[in-house]
């Protein structure tokens, strides 16, 4: 039992570690050729390990990622990769931001206060139509907790 345990609580921490170490590499990895397509591989790869070495449901492995990716400063690489990674990487950049921020309004804020409006509404206009229509719904998602924060002011 208690090596059940001791399993339990060594997968639970290495959860920060391996999102700690993929962020790191993300950002480093950014500045050199394909930026996007550095970010695509070690996020999906690290959600991806998430699920497989978590005892949860894969659900709560993949809220468990989010959140770590967030903590680790994921949402400013992302914002990179749309700014500067390639077609396809500026689409999965978008996808990840919509799946990070689609129920969580911290996360929202978060991505405005990195300065993440501009590069949204510039892929909206100037992208695949995949990753035009993923950052108008990401705008929405902004635009509705604008509006929420404003109808319950007093």
Do not use: W
């Not at 959860?15 to 970010?39: E, N």
């Not at 695509?40 to 998430?50: A, I, K, P, Q, V």
């Not at 993440?116 to 719904?137: D, F, H």
């Amino acid at each position: 039992m208690v090596s059940a345990e001791k399993d339990s609580n060594e997968t639970t921490n290495t959860h920060p570690t391996i999102i700690g170490k993929s962020m790191r590499t993300v950002r480093s990895k950014l500045f050199q050729h394909d930026r996007a397509a550095c970010v695509s591989d070690n996020l999906t790869g690290s959600l991806m390990e998430l699920a497989s070495r978590n005892n949860k449901s894969v659900k709560s492995s993949i809220e468990e990622g989010k959140e770590a990716i967030v903590e680790e400063g994921g949402i400013g690489a992302l914002l990179e990769a749309i700014e500067d990674g390639s077609v396809k990487g500026k689409e999965f950049a978008v996808l990840t931001l919509v799946q990070l921020c689609a129920h969580s309004v911290a996360n929202r804020a978060l991505l405005v206060r990195e300065g993440g409006i501009p590069p949204l509404v510039a892929l909206s206009q100037n992208a695949s139509v995949r990753a035009k229509l993923k950052a108008e719904t990401l705008l929405g998602y902004l635009r509705e907790s604008r509006h929420e924060a404003s109808c319950s002011s007093p």
